[in-house]
């Protein structure tokens, strides 16, 4: 878990990525509670929501865009979720990057 206690005891979640240029970005949004519990039931809440954001859809190149085509006028149900990792794995997959570095 990416969880990060400010000095005044308020716990964030930061997450850090490498941009392609190979700088550094830090994202740090607040969890607004100094309860570590609390803390991760809110980390585990927002990847969750993250990882539920629908998709856009991407027409063909060969499909007419008219009224002629009636097909893509309908509503398209959505797929099944996408396959997201439980948090007990990402837990794991970060605790042995810490053990490593």
Known sequence: M???LSPHGIWYYRNVTTL?????KE?????RTRDKLC???KVAQLLACVRSRPTST????????GPAN???SKPVARAAKPFAPR??????????GQALS
């Open 27 to 31: 994202i740090k949004q607040s969890l």
């Open 2 to 4: 990416n969880l990060w």
């Open 87 to 96: 948090l007990s794995v990402l837990s794991d997959g970060y605790q042995k």
């Open 20 to 24: 392609s240029c190979g700088r550094r």
């Open 39 to 41: 803390a991760r039931h």
């Open 58 to 65: 991407v027409l063909s190149v060969g499909a007419p865009e």
């Open 70 to 72: 009636q097909e893509s």
